[in-house]
């Protein structure tokens, strides 16, 4: 699992993983490119494994997205699960991970791709936004759309309480999409993926 900040996502993972006989998931390292942030913590307390892997050490994407990979690979994981990474990693990723890299993103992708979802949504003005769960290929939350839930925006909503209402949603979603995957229901066809 990637993150870089507070990982309630995470914690969402690991609660489900732990909580849950039947989950098919394990979470074998927390990996982060802020060290001391909260999800590093997260995962400490869960007695998970956790490694960093700073940017300023690397001289281009390609060479912190091949640590990265390296990281995982040595951590015996077959798959990647993004949560708040702040980081895009290079292609390679993708060519060493197929159809293995989940990230979720605080929008109904494509509307507001990028950092700044939520804000952007609010000055936007529009009355729904969500959470979409979706695979990750060459391009910025982009990849095939595994799950989608809307989420409305209130009259008086600021960023801290629409985002509020969406992690809300977060987590409950991202457990049941991983869950799934793990299970293998999850089936690329293209742009689409195929629940079964
Ligand atoms: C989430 O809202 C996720 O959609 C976005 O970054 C945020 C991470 O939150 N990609 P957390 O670190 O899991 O609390």
């Not at 708040?84 to 992708?109: Q, T, W």
């Amino acid at each position: 699992m990637l993150a870089s900040g507070s990982g309630s996502n995470l914690q969402a993972l690991l609660d489900a993983s732990t909580g849950s006989p039947d989950f098919g998931a394990e979470i074998v390292l927390v990996l982060s490119d802020v060290p001391g942030c909260k999800a590093l913590a997260r995962a400490e307390d869960a007695g998970v494994a956790t490694a960093v892997v700073a940017w300023s050490d690397h001289p281009d994407r390609e060479s912190f997205t091949n640590e990265v990979c390296d990281r995982v690979e040595q951590a015996g994981a077959s798959s990647i699960v993004l949560a708040g990474f702040m980081r895009i990693l290079s292609p390679e990723a993708i060519r060493r991970f197929p159809g293995r890299i989940l990230n979720i993103h605080p929008s109904l992708l494509p509307a507001f791709p990028g950092a700044h979802a939520v804000p952007e949504a609010l000055s936007y003005g529009v009355k729904l936004t969500g959470v979409t769960v979706h695979f990750v290929d060459e391009k910025v939350d982009h990849g095939p759309i595994v799950l989608q839930e809307e989420v409305p925006v209130m009259a008086d909503d600021d960023e801290a309480t629409l985002h509020s209402r969406i992690q809300d949603v977060e987590h409950r979603v991202y457990p049941e999409v991983v869950k799934a995957f793990a299970a293998g229901r999850l089936h690329i066809d293209g742009r689409k993926v195929v629940w079964t």
